[in-house]
């Protein structure tokens, strides 16, 4: 008898790699696993201080964060952005940016209205699953299809992703301006995940946000920002949202409904690591470097890297179904994650994360040349 409990969701899509992960195991010099973008280095300590120094933390902290903490990713947006956000208005922390991305489409009501989500071709698999959450319909939908015309007509929520996951894609400034300027048009709630922006190879400034470009006000606009690539903060699930000040208005409501919170000792530890720009500098020097030495050997190997202009990740093609490049890869002692879990466009590309230890990204390039000699 099938269940009738729950959503009915789809099996986790990460499970599907145990056969690749097991052949991987067996190499002589171990696995470099190069699948899900987790960072490996520490925490800084400025932000481990002040996690420990708020860990009395006796009381229920608040939905809407503490003003020192609303006041830091203020600061944080003019500093990398230029950007200028009413603190008390325009700001919201969340429980990592993965929740956010699941919750919204529900937050927004989007069934009751009738309206759809909408998301990039290649797209990170949560935009999608956040529709089936909340019991609607995800369209596929890249910028390049919203400035041609593609219309936007029974949408509520249009996901940008950039830099993207997996691609590695930035969409500049003047792209994002027309973006805005159709969803507006259309009625349409703008959201743009923004969690990479810092990891920008090809450019000394951050990738553009969309609040550059959204005005006073951000009417429509949301920018989604997570902590975790930025300050190695994956475990801490530090995140936030800002953009225009009645839909932080409204998503603080029904959060404090449903008590979604981030914890007073994450709020501190948010605080130190927003206003400390040098460890976010030197971790992305150190990604620089893995980044450079793993693209070197997969293209000895044969891939060819698209699009990798920024993120934590090569989106890499041999022209062929990603789950072959997988099992070759496989046999190499390294894994890697299948294209085809960001969309059927991207079924011959697989996704290679620079999110391993100096010496894993080493033993995986030195292996990768050695095959193809």
């Not at 120094?53 to 609303?70: F, K, N, Q, V």
């Not at 203020?74 to 325009?90: I, K, N, T």
């Amino acid at each position: 008898m099938p269940n009738s409990y729950g959503l009915d969701l789809p099996d986790y899509p990460w499970d599907r790699l145990t056969e690749f992960r097991s052949r991987a195991a067996e190499h002589p010099d171990g696995v470099c696993d190069l699948s899900i973008g987790t960072p490996v280095d520490p925490t800084p300590d400025v932000i481990r201080r002040a996690l420990a120094e708020a860990s009395d933390a006796h009381g229920y902290p608040t939905t809407a964060g503490t003003a020192g903490l609303r006041e830091a990713i203020a600061w944080w947006y003019e500093h990398w952005h230029s950007v200028q956000l009413d603190p008390a208005s325009e700001i919201l922390p969340t429980v990592g940016s993965k929740e956010l991305v699941a919750w919204l489409p529900t937050l927004l009501g989007l069934r009751q209205r009738g309206l759809a989500v909408a998301c990039p071709s290649a797209a990170y698999p949560t935009y999608e699953m956040g529709a089936t959450i909340a019991g609607v319909e995800c369209q596929r939908i890249d910028a390049a299809d919203i400035i041609a015309g593609a219309p936007l007509e029974g949408i509520g929520l249009l996901w940008i992703n950039t830099p993207s996951n997996p691609t590695g894609e930035v969409l500049d400034a003047e792209t994002l301006a027309e973006v805005v300027r159709r969803a507006r048009a259309a009625g349409v709630v703008l959201a743009s995940d923004e969690c990479y922006g810092l990891l920008n190879w090809e450019a000394d400034e951050p990738a553009p946000s969309v609040l550059s470009v959204a005005g006073e006000g951000c009417a429509g606009v949301l920018s989604v920002y997570s902590m975790s690539k930025q300050s190695n903060l994956a475990g801490y699930r530090a995140a936030f949202v800002a953009g225009d000040g009645e839909l932080i208005a409204d998503l603080t409501k029904s959060r404090k409904h449903a008590g979604m919170i981030v914890p007073f000792p994450i709020q501190a530890a948010m605080i130190a690591g927003l206003r400390d720009t040098a460890h976010v500098l030197a971790q992305k020097e150190t990604y620089r470097q893995r980044r450079e030495t793993l693209r070197s050997g997969l293209e000895d190997f044969g891939f060819r890297i698209d699009h990798s202009s920024a993120g934590l990740y090569l989106w890499s093609t041999a022209g062929k179904s990603c789950w072959d490049s997988l099992a070759d890869l496989a046999e190499l002692g390294i894994v890697a994650g299948p294209g085809e879990f960001y969309g059927e466009a991207a079924d011959d590309h697989v996704r290679i994360a620079l999110t391993a230890t100096d010496e894993r990204i080493a033993a995986a390039a030195e292996r990768l040349r050695l095959a193809a000699a």
